[in-house]
Every structure is written in structure tokens, then in C-alpha cells.
């Protein structure tokens, strides 16, 4: 896409093509999984502090399954859940630039593509 009225416009075309809400929530979502992840790590790292010096709790020998083994389980969940946010945040991000900014210019301005509406009835389809 090369400008030649000037970077001023070609920067305000661009700039003003952006889906803005979408990388907002992005953002705040990629900003709370990021909380929930470092809390919920902190939380269970304490657990398993609190148990070993206050009530000697030990870890079992072996492949046994005690408090430690569902903690650290625990732990594993927190990551993928993150992990599952990660990936559901993406196709948010991709589902916006797909129905709003350049789209708006070449279809009209209430118009989305024939890819936007597809990934708006998956992500409807996977969130019902």
C-alpha cells in the first residue's frame, strides 16, 4: 500500500483502519491471564511453603499421589488455561481485523468479508 498523497494521510488511513476495541480487549485479556497465571503460580508456590513449615507436611517417595503431586497438577492447569487463552485471544484479534478497517474501505461501511463472517460464526459457534 503506497501512499501518494503523503505519510500524514497514509498514516491517518491506516491508523484509522485499526480495529481499536479489539486490541484494547486484547490487551486487558492478555494483561488478566497474565495476573491470573503469576497469582495462581504464587498461591500454590505458598500452599506447598505454609504446609512444609507449619504443618511438616512431607513429600511421599515414589509416584504416589499426595497434596504436592495435585498442587504441582494444579499448576499445570493454570498454564494451560493459559495457554488456551493465549490461542482464544489470537483468533479475537484476527476476527476483528477480519471485520472492521481495510474491510470497511473496500465493502462499504456496514459490509464484512466473506472470511470475517466465517470466523464470526466459528468464534459464536465455539463460544455457545
Request: proline letters at 2%.
Amino acid at each position: 500500500m503506497l501512499c501518494v498523497s503523503g505519510c500524514k494521510e497514509c498514516c491517518e488511513r491506516c491508523v484509522g483502519s485499526l480495529p481499536w476495541a479489539s486490541l484494547i480487549a486484547t490487551i486487558l485479556l492478555y494483561m488478566g491471564v497474565a495476573l491470573f497465571c503469576g497469582c495462581g503460580h504464587e498461591a500454590l508456590s505458598g500452599t506447598v511453603t505454609i504446609l512444609q513449615n507449619y504443618f511438616e507436611v512431607i513429600r511421599a517417595p515414589g509416584e504416589t499421589l499426595d497434596v504436592f503431586t495435585i498442587i504441582d497438577i494444579l499448576k499445570y492447569i493454570i498454564y494451560g488455561l493459559a495457554a488456551g487463552f493465549f490461542v482464544f485471544g489470537v483468533l479475537l484479534l484476527v476476527e476483528g481485523f477480519f471485520t472492521t478497517g481495510a474491510i470497511r474501505d473496500l465493502y462499504g461501511e456496514f459490509k464484512i468479508s466473506a472470511c470475517g463472517r466465517c470466523l464470526t460464526a466459528f468464534v459464536r459457534n465455539l463460544c455457545n
